[in-house]
């Protein structure tokens, strides 16, 4: 990714419902699925969220949380 290499389906997938070059990255480990939600930037590769997946569907809670912190990171680089 610091590369500029592209990720696809199945370790990675766009989440366009969170923000513009936002991603969820597919970690399976032995018992557990994990996701990391990230932004590739063109300075930074921003990590907004590491969870265990545990449903078919990325949680709605993630989903908010995500937006709320790109979102201060967004006005914090303004500043």
Not at 56 to 67: E, F, M, Q, R, S
Request: some cysteine; glycine content about 4%.
């Amino acid at each position: 990714l610091q590369q500029g290499e592209n990720l696809e389906l199945p370790h990675s997938r766009p989440m366009p419902s969170i923000g513009a070059h936002c991603h969820e990255l597919r970690i399976r480990d032995a018992d557990k699925n994990w996701r990391i939600i990230y932004r590739i930037d063109d300075d930074a590769i921003l990590i907004f969220e590491v969870f265990d997946q545990t449903t078919g569907t990325t949680p709605d809670l993630v989903i908010k949380n995500c937006k709320k912190r790109l979102s201060q990171y967004d006005i914090d680089i303004q500043e």
